[in-house]
């Protein structure tokens, strides 16, 4: 289930992982391990498998956790990342990081910037390129060598990975990075929306409950935007129409863009 929550959390470096579990007694080896990327070789796990297995998921939890609390304060940091949720993230820092957006990208870059174009995006990233991914590393396949123990293993890949992304991942941009481009393409958007709301029913600076019948949520929304007569309709980032199907991250996220300020 860590496995899991890492992927759907945005992380990375697990993305195209493959674990072997070898339940055979007669087996040395109870888990083999293959990250597929260039600069982690293949991990082995020996002894019981009742004694590994428990001792990997809860490396992979603490990683978990790890991996949840950067985000936050990265969320935190940029603004900007808050307009996309964690697979979101990871496509666009795939994307951008190849050079060459796609037309989705873009699209999805548009509601920062109207009409985004491959040219803005250029513009966005001049003078905020990646962090120089030539951090020595060559030490990792030594200690993973000299290392016997899985979980330690998994420590020390994820030490250096948390610490220089861009060296496992040379064709992504790390999370900083995104969000100072984003910020920067937000900045080049010149169609500036002013609301006007009604102040003798919302109040500046506090939440604000309106309770209505559920058949009359929509009405209720677009009378407090119709007081902007001249202003565009509500777009995702202001409101957050919520059904059964919505999601915590998507609430999280709304929230994030609410009240940094």
Known sequence: QAFIDLHSAGNMLFRSWLAHV???PKSELCVLIDFTLRLIPGLEGQGELADVLPRLCKTMESFLDNWQSFMSKKRSQHFYLNFYTAEQLVYLCTELGQGRPSQKALMML???KSNCTAEDVLKASEGHKPPSSTKALSELPALLDEEMDLTTCLEYIWECYMS???AFLPNCLDVDTLGVWLKSLASEERDCVTRGF??????????NLITCPRSEVLTSALAIYMNSLNQPLPTFDEVLLCTPQTTAEQVGLFLRRCLIP
């Open 110 to 112: 548009s509601f920062l």
């Open 22 to 24: 070898n339940c055979s």
């Open 198 to 207: 009604p102040q003798d029913l919302l109040h500046v600076g506090q939440p």
């Open 164 to 166: 220089n992304m861009g």
